[in-house]
């Protein structure tokens, strides 16, 4: 009989997680350079990552920032224009360029 | 090649990345960046790490915590893909969906998980890919990681392969997809998903819900993650909610696209030209990571010091640890641990010594596989285009006082 009891106690007894309600990410500021065409940056790019995706890959080519922009539109499908795209890529390179155009 | 034929590969050559042939215009390594801050933002299950992301969140472990065999989950690297994770997932209505070429489609509650399947534990080490890509010059595309994308866990789970006989695979089932619940901001955009050969299922490949006796910390993939030891990250599912079986592989932009090396002996090319075949990270390479002293620490004229760290490999297990105070000159043998937590996961070593010399000390640290395998020394590392596969001597610089 005990043995029982203590079955259907377990059967009833929830799951316990260590976290029991909503986690919260907490929101980082990274510091991002003002230039032009930094509001299309934040309008497109935002959508999808933090500014840390920006400034952590180190200074790069034109070609290579081009080609992080036509992964996001090709691969990700982030509906980037094509005029936004030059301008996000002006962005990239003039702030976080290497100075080489490939 | 078909893909099974280079996972084969993948596996002998691995290891083997140094060989090969330098070109004039060809990229050049050394050691990863190791001065990053720990930020002063905790997240979520976490202590403050070093913080490249908040947005998927991407979290890095500090060189310290490189002394013990396994790694304090608040302390584990983060490595998330797609913006929005799920921040709340009831453990009493999750299911692990498992549908497609089955006998039986099943939705497995974490209740059944635990307590219908044979429990089985794993110590093994998750690194990714990309870890110590701060080594690469040019600069390699990606996070410019030092060495802590990395970290070993006691891993408690249910083996794939046993919720798949118990589903009963159709005859002429080839594929598995494994999906993980992270989700991008466009509908559009492709699912997390990891396409695994049922051929590349042993007893080792699990569904864990537990990580050093707790349940996994949300930000590595609460309630369950996929656990293939011996294999780079990108393949450890994380938050996995649908298993499908399938006869056909279907093209994926992280394992066709994203995490791939030149399809060449040496697994190299040069900025200029990228070679033109690629196949995708598979087993882990051998490294050593020291933990104790770090880059500046100081050290006392004369007095004991005990340097301590971690080696791993893709699973052949670790042969030797050696160390050398004289710039590679002269190595000696470092202590390893007894090995108890089996070939997939770290050998924590120590080495005992007395610093005779005031000034800068150079400490350095190469790890030997079983197959014979050893660190390169960072400048001989080959350079890749994705800035995957670092695997350098490890270098620490201290001062003497």
């Known amino acids: 009989m005990k043995k029982i009891v203590l079955t259907t106690l377990i059967a009833l007894t929830p799951m316990m997680a260590q976290v029991k309600e909503k986690i919260e990410v907490p929101y980082v500021a990274f510091p991002i350079k003002m230039g032009k065409g930094f509001d299309v940056v934040q309008a497109n790019c935002l959508m999808c990552h933090s500014f840390g995706y920006i400034i952590n890959q180190g200074r790069q080519s034109k070609a290579f920032w081009r080609g992080k922009v036509d992964k996001m539109i090709v691969h990700f499908k982030a509906p980037i224009s094509e005029q936004d795209a030059k301008i996000i890529t002006d962005y990239l390179f003039e702030h976080y360029g290497n100075g080489k155009e490939k | ?401």
Not at chain 2, 17 to 41: C, F, M, W, Y
Not at chain 2, 200 to 207: M, S
Not at chain 2, 288 to 295: A, D, F, H, L
Not at chain 2, 345 to 356: E, G, N, W
């Open chain 2, 1 to 401: 090649m078909k893909r099974r034929e280079f996972f084969k590969k993948a596996a002998v050559t691995a290891g083997a990345a140094a060989l090969g042939t330098t070109a004039a215009e060809a990229g050049t390594t050394h050691q990863p960046i190791d001065n990053r801050k720990i930020s002063d933002v905790a997240f979520p299950e976490k202590r403050p790490l070093i913080t490249y992301s908040d947005r998927p969140p991407l979290l890095e472990t500090p060189r310290e915590v490189f002394t013990c065999a396994l790694t304090p989950n608040d302390q584990f690297f983060v490595r998330w893909h797609m913006p929005d994770i799920p921040t709340y997932i009831d453990p009493d209505k999750f299911t692990i969906s498992v549908n497609g070429m089955v006998n039986k489609a099943l939705k497995i509650s974490l209740k059944e998980l635990k307590e219908d399947y044979e429990q089985v534990e794993v110590a093994a080490v998750l690194q990714c890919g990309g870890n110590s890509r701060s080594a690469f010059s040019p600069t390699a595309g990606g996070i410019q990681w030092g060495n802590g994308a990395m970290g070993c866990a006691l891993w408690k789970g249910v083996r794939l392969r046993d919720i798949l006989d118990r589903a009963g695979v159709k005859k002429g089932a080839e594929w598995l997809a494994v999906r993980g619940s992270e989700k991008a901001a466009y509908y559009e955009t492709p699912d997390f998903i990891r396409e695994l050969h049922l051929d590349e299922l042993d007893d080792h490949v699990i569904i864990a819900y537990q990580m050093n006796g707790e349940d996994l910390p949300y930000l590595n993939g609460f309630p369950v993650r996929l656990v293939i030891p011996g294999v780079y990250s990108d393949s450890w599912i994380k938050m996995i909610d649908n298993i499908t079986v399938s006869d056909k592989y279907e093209k994926l932009f992280f394992m066709d696209h994203a995490y791939v090396v030149p399809d060449n002996e040496c697994e190299c090319e040069t900025p200029e030209k990228k070679f033109p075949k690629t196949k995708p990270i598979y087993r882990m390479n051998v490294k050593s990571v020291i933990g104790y002293p770090t880059n500046g620490d100081k050290l006392t004229l004369k007095s004991q010091a005990v340097v301590r760290g971690v080696a791993f490999d893709g699973g052949a297990g670790i042969k030797t640890v050696k160390i050398s105070l004289d710039g590679g000159k002269t190595w000696e043998d470092a202590i390893l641990d007894s090995g108890k937590l089996g070939r997939y996961a770290y050998r924590t070593f120590r080495y005992s010594f007395k610093p005779k010399k005031l000034g800068k000390l150079e400490i350095m640290a190469k790890a030997i596989n079983k197959l014979g395998e050893e660190q390169p020394l960072a400048k001989d590392i080959k350079w890749n285009h994705g800035g995957y596969k670092y695997n350098g001597i490890d270098v620490v610089t201290v001062e003497v006082v």
